[in-house]
């Protein structure tokens, strides 16, 4: 059964931390590139970052870069987006998503909520 669950979301005052896990099973994460997309009260979804499992290269949005990073533990099946130095405007829904890089087939989680106070 494919699952992906996010968790770490919070409540955190700016310039505070937050460490979200994507947790996956039933796919075989080399396969697919990693992406965290949010989506602000009234907002669209935007993409955050990316990240291909097979040579780990990682990509931001401008507006997270070196603030962001995200990353995966050799073999396992979590993947993680640290979160530093956060601001109100990060304040959104974090949602993981999985895209397969032979079909383009996208599996999506159901979020976690980020909420950063003044």
């Known amino acids: 059964q494919l699952q992906i669950v996010e968790s770490g979301g919070g409540l955190v005052q700016s310039g505070g931390s937050l460490r979200l896990s994507c947790a996956t099973s039933?796919?075989?994460?080399?396969?697919?590139?990693i992406h965290w997309f949010r989506q602000a009260p009234g907002k669209e979804r935007e993409g955050v970052s990316c990240?291909?499992?097979?040579?780990?290269?990682?990509k931001y949005t401008e507006s997270v870069k070196g603030r962001f990073t995200m990353a995966r533990i050799n073999g396992r099946n979590t993947v993680y987006l640290q979160m530093n130095s956060l601001k109100p405007e990060d304040t959104a829904v974090y949602y993981c998503?999985?895209?397969?890089?032979?079909?383009?087939?996208?599996?999506w989680g159901k979020g976690t909520l980020v909420t950063v106070s003044l």
């Open positions: 998503n999985l895209r397969a890089t032979y079909d383009g087939m996208a599996y």
């Open positions: 990240m291909r499992i097979s040579d780990g290269r990682t």
């Open positions: 039933g796919f075989t994460l080399e396969y697919y590139t």
